[in-house]
T-cell receptor, first 115, second 117 residues
Framework: GAGVSQSPSNKVTEKGKDVELRCDPI?????LYWYRQSLGQGLEFLIYFQGNSAPDKSGLPSDRFSAERTGGSVSTLTIQRTQQEDSAVYLC?????????????FGPGTRLTVT | DQQVKQNSPSLSVQEGRISILNCDYT??????FLWYKKYPAEGPTFLISISSIKDKNEDGRFTVFLNKSAKHLSLHIVPSQPGDSAVYFC????????????????FGQGTILTVHP
């Protein structure tokens, strides 16, 4: 389809291992966002890529978290040395900036479970 | 600092009645607001939005009201249907923000709406 896709849909990992989560935004969308939703919580902003500008990393909770966006399209969120508190649904969204609306289109998310 | 707050974690409504979901914000620079709906195991989907130059926007069964002086907005769903049962998120942004803040949404915690048949 033409929507935002994320992989894997589910990931179970052991504490201390590294994980990579992938996001394929909608073609032509210049802005890409990562959020996470912990159990019973709202959407917590993590990082924002806009075109070729330096990303807004202000939401990353620790230096174990990093993200890249290659060629202005696909993005990878990496969590090193995972901890149990990293367990959450990680959501990616993209949008057309500038645009007539600020609507962000979300992928289905990756459910990460750290055991 | 929670700049967008949805103080009701859950709301239960009878089918056919009105659902009113509330949202408060603290940042007076926010001038564009959106509502998203989220079903389990899916990403949030856009529902309706409103610019601060308006106080009401309507789309079918969904109406969003904005009270700028109170820094409060609400989403009305009428009539409510069982398929409306989902988590509803309020989000806000500052449309004239520069640099890396441009287009950045701040979300509330969400309200779980349950519509009973």
């Amino acid at each position: 389809g033409a929507g935002v896709s994320q992989s894997p849909s589910n990931k179970v990992t052991e504490k201390g291992k590294d994980v990579e989560l992938r996001c394929d935004p909608i073609s032509g969308h210049t802005a890409l966002y990562w959020y996470r939703q912990s159990l019973g919580q709202g959407l917590e902003f993590l990082i924002y890529f806009q075109g070729n500008s330096a990303p807004d990393k202000s939401g990353l909770p620790s230096d174990r978290f990093s993200a890249e966006r290659t060629g202005g399209s696909v993005s990878t969120l990496t969590i090193q040395r995972t901890q149990q508190e990293d367990s959450a649904v990680y959501l990616c969204a993209s949008s057309l900036i500038p645009g007539s609306s600020y609507e962000q289109y979300f992928g289905p998310g990756t459910r990460l479970t750290v055991t | 600092d929670q700049q967008v707050k949805q103080n009701s974690p859950s709301l239960s409504v009878q089918e056919g009645r009105i659902s009113i979901l509330n949202c408060d914000y603290t940042n007076s620079m926010f001038d564009y607001f959106l509502w998203y709906k989220k079903y389990p195991a899916e990403g949030p989907t856009f529902l309706i939005s409103i610019s601060s130059i308006k106080d009401k926007n309507e789309d079918g069964r969904f109406t969003v009201f904005l009270n700028k002086s109170a820094k409060h907005l609400s989403l009305h769903i009428v009539p409510s249907q069982p398929g409306d049962s989902a988590v509803y998120f309020c989000a806000a942004l500052q449309s004239n923000a520069g640099g890396t803040s441009y287009g950045k949404l701040t979300f509330g915690q969400g309200t779980i709406l349950t519509v009973h048949p």
